[in-house]
Nanobody
Framework: VQLQASGGGLVQAGGSLRLSCTAS????????VGWFRQAPGKERNFVAA?????????PYADSVKGRFTISRDNTKNTVYLQMDSLRPEDTAVYYC???????????????????WGHGTLVTVSS
């Protein structure tokens, strides 16, 4: 499956952005999807994930809890990451990843996702 991440841009602190991750195939509902980010000079880290099909499991990194919301629309083969109350430290390249066999306990693990999209840059100015 091919993934396309979009929606990044420049926003002031306190603002909002919505990222989208769209898949190339219609069986996207079978895939769990995770969002990860990599700030300049730092390693890539987990942000949020959503389980396959009904998306009933949605773990978040502590740093984004209460500010970011992940959701999915299987009819559009798309997973969204709504980012509110953005902070300068949220500045990073954001990547989405998908996996067909990701168990709930592994949703935050990069190694669980075999398919990755190109990133989209989010820049939050102070």
């Amino acid at each position: 499956v091919q993934l396309q991440a979009s929606g990044g841009g420049l926003v002031q602190a306190g603002g909002s952005l919505r990222l989208s991750c769209t898949a190339s195939e219609g069986t996207f509902a079978r895939y769990a999807v995770g969002w990860f980010r990599q700030a300049p000079g730092k390693e890539r880290n987990f942000v949020a994930a959503i389980s396959r099909r009904d998306g009933s499991s949605t773990p978040y990194a502590d740093s984004v809890k209460g500010r970011f919301t992940i959701s999915r629309d299987n009819t559009k083969n798309t997973v969204y990451l709504q980012m509110d109350s953005l902070r300068p430290e949220d500045t990073a390249v954001y990547y989405c990843a998908a996996g067909p066999s990701v168990i709930q306990s592994a949703l935050a693990s990069q190694a669980a996702y075999p398919y990755w999209g190109h990133g989209t840059l989010v820049t939050v100015s102070s």
